[in-house]
């Protein structure tokens, strides 16, 4: 069993910054790449950035140049940096993996989500 733990949401003022942070657990081989996705109510779940075990990063056209996305590969561990928050970044902020469990077994996996509500 693999479990994803995020931790870091809260409330900020716009303009503001937060970090969130996700730890993958349990039977992990490997992992290829890791991720942050956001839903706002009403709205479908979309990516807001991801990176390689390699330290390739891409984000979404939204949040370049204020969120960072980042990686501790020896602690299963990723990070969102959300700086110059704004109003429409208010969401649930959703971890993802994708995780080899066996040398040719990859599964994706999804943390339980936090909250990142910004103030006008």
């Known amino acids: 069993q693999v479990q994803l733990v995020e931790s870091g949401g809260g409330l900020v003022q716009a303009g503001g910054s937060l970090r969130v942070s996700c730890t993958a657990s349990?039977?992990?081989?490997?992992?290829?790449?890791m991720g942050w996705y956001r839903q706002a109510p009403g709205k479908q779940r979309e990516l807001v950035a991801r990176i390689t075990s390699g330290g390739t990063t891409n984000y979404a056209d939204l949040v370049k140049g204020r969120f960072t996305i980042s990686r501790d590969n020896a602690k299963n561990t990723v990070y969102l940096q959300m700086n110059s928050l704004k109003p429409e970044d208010t969401a649930v902020y959703y971890c993802?993996?994708?995780?080899?469990?066996?040398?040719?077994?990859?599964?994706?996996?999804w943390g339980q989500g936090t909250q990142v509500t910004v103030s006008s």
């Open positions: 349990g039977s992990i081989f490997s992992i290829k790449s």
């Open positions: 993802n993996a994708q995780i080899f469990v066996t040398i040719t077994t990859m599964l994706n996996y």
